[in-house]
């Protein structure tokens, strides 16, 4: 969780000012950079200004629940890549087909049908 008034995390503070973060603030901090990745990116596949996460909260909440599972998936993506060599190979491997398919759906349905997905957004 961000500390209140910044933008870094908690474990992020306390390693700014020389004191051990612990396991639990540690991977709080990393699953938010891989979330704030993946909204980053969602945000660059939107492109034109439209703003999916100034403007959440006029998002419906069955196209809220889509979103969330992009992002979450994306930002799994991001953690097996940062960890792999805490997975074994084959699992790593099948868990980032799955995420990157679901990416390159995302990706692909964008591309494919941009306007009716904006307007679905109410964006």
Same mark, same amino acid.
């Given at each position: 969780?961000?500390?209140?008034?910044?933008?870094?995390?908690?474990? *992020?503070? +306390?390693?700014? %000012?020389?004191? =051990?973060?612990? !396991?639990?603030?540690?991977?709080?901090? $990393?699953? @938010?950079? &891989?979330?704030?990745?993946?909204?980053?990116?969602?945000?660059?596949?939107?492109?034109?200004?439209?703003?999916?996460?100034?403007?959440?909260?006029?998002?419906?909440?069955?196209?809220? *629940?889509? +979103?969330?599972? %992009?992002?979450? =998936?994306?930002? !799994?993506?991001?953690?097996?890549?940062? $960890?792999? @060599?805490? &997975?074994?190979?084959?699992?790593?491997?099948?868990?980032?087909?799955?995420?990157?398919?679901?990416?390159?759906?995302?990706?692909?349905?964008?591309?494919?049908?941009?306007?009716?997905?904006?307007?679905?957004?109410?964006?």
């Amino acid at each position: 969780m961000a500390d209140e008034g910044t933008l870094a995390t908690t474990a *992020q503070v +306390l390693l700014a %000012i020389g004191q =051990n973060a612990s !396991a639990a603030q540690i991977l709080e901090a $990393n699953t @938010n950079i &891989w979330i704030l990745m993946a909204e980053s990116e969602m945000e660059r596949a939107f492109g034109d200004n439209i703003g999916i996460v100034a403007n959440y909260g006029s998002i419906t909440a069955a196209n809220k *629940q889509w +979103l969330a599972t %992009i992002a979450a =998936n994306r930002a !799994a993506f991001h953690a097996i890549n940062q $960890n792999q @060599n805490s &997975w074994q190979l084959a699992t790593s491997q099948s868990k980032l087909n799955v995420c990157n398919s679901i990416w390159t759906g995302f990706l692909s349905d964008l591309k494919n049908n941009k306007a009716d997905i904006v307007a679905d957004l109410g964006l």
